[in-house]
């Protein structure tokens, strides 16, 4: 909604934002989410452009589970490869799953959504009976159905949590939309000979910015826990990409005599999805300013 629309001057709303975001991320669990953010794309970053002190699929048997030390940051596994390197390699694989999944889910359910909420009718009940649809598995079950049914790659479990999650942006779409769709301007921008596509595009899907982009925050901390949950059950990321659930897999063995092989891929999976639900915590107080007090 634009400044002139919720009866402020563009200089005292914008004023109200700036407010708003530093109240948001001047909170301990907001400059928390932002830190730990850092930290996670920081790390998924090293591993991407090759710069872990030791290759993550390196094998040297005479390293064989050495425990943290400087030469080994986060100890060794049975196989020699350097833990921090593959924790980081791990970050980078769950990071991409998620914001390639979040991006096409996003993308379809969102559409489907606006155009069921905004258009209604036949279009609102076909939309309504595919995530009626969709809805009816449990969610980690649909994603392992069609990850096991495709070939086994990183790209298709991308596309397996991205079916899972399309409802949930498509309802959560759909919602705002039908209440926007009478309000005042809405109607006044139709009165006055736009077009439904013009008015959609211009007033309504603007005004669904805040709720998209905390939901799509979750969803990413969704995706990399669906994501470590296939690779735990044998259906996520292949070997020898390193994944934060295959590696938490392989240390159930071994988690007596080397309890860093376990320790270390939890603390990174556990950084990464905190640290994205406060990121989204913060990013729903700031860009809607009512959602902090309650």
């Given amino acids: 909604m634009s400044a002139t629309?919720?009866?402020?001057?563009?200089g005292a709303a914008a004023a109200g934002r700036a407010r708003a975001w530093r109240a948001a991320f001047g909170t301990p669990s907001g400059a928390v989410g932002v830190l730990l953010m850092v930290l996670v794309v920081g790390l998924a970053l090293v591993a991407a452009l090759g710069l872990t002190p030791r290759d993550p699929a390196a094998q040297d048997v005479s390293r064989s589970l050495l425990g943290p030390s400087g030469d080994a940051w986060f100890g060794t596994d049975q196989f020699g490869r350097d833990v921090f390197a593959r924790v980081a390699s791990g970050l980078a694989n769950s990071?991409?799953?998620?914001?390639?999944?979040?991006?096409?889910?996003?993308?379809?359910g969102i559409t489907l959504g606006v155009l069921a909420?905004?258009?209604?009718?036949?279009?609102?009940r076909l939309v309504g009976m595919l995530t009626n649809i969709l809805f009816a598995f449990p969610s980690l079950l649909l994603a392992l159905a069609l990850a096991a049914t495709l070939e086994r790659s990183w790209l298709t479990v991308s596309i397996a949590i991205a079916v899972v999650y399309v409802?949930?942006?498509?309802?959560?779409a759909r919602g705002p939309v039908l209440s926007l769709?009478?309000?005042e301007y809405v109607v006044a921008s139709q009165a006055v000979g736009r077009s439904r596509l013009s008015t959609l595009v211009e007033h309504v899907v603007p005004n669904m910015t805040g709720i998209l982009v905390v939901q799509t925050t979750l969803s990413l901390s969704w995706a990399i826990l669906?994501?470590?949950?296939?690779?735990?059950l044998g259906f996520g990321t292949p070997p020898p990409a390193a994944s934060l659930g295959g590696m938490v897999y392989d240390a159930q063995t071994l988690a007596v005599i080397a309890p860093w092989l376990l320790v270390f891929p939890g603390i990174g999976l556990v950084v990464a999805v905190v640290?994205?639900?406060?990121?989204?915590?913060?990013?729903?107080?700031?860009?809607d300013p009512r959602a902090g007090g309650r």
């Fill in 5 to 10: 629309e919720t009866g402020l001057e563009p």
């Fill in 95 to 108: 990071m991409r799953v998620a914001v390639v999944s979040v991006a096409a889910s996003g993308a379809v």
């Fill in 117 to 124: 909420g905004f258009f209604g009718g036949l279009v609102d």
């Fill in 167 to 172: 409802p949930i942006f498509a309802r959560v």
């Fill in 181 to 183: 769709r009478s309000a």
């Fill in 226 to 232: 669906t994501e470590a949950s296939l690779s735990f």
């Fill in 275 to 287: 640290g994205l639900n406060l990121l989204g915590d913060a990013l729903r107080s700031a860009l």
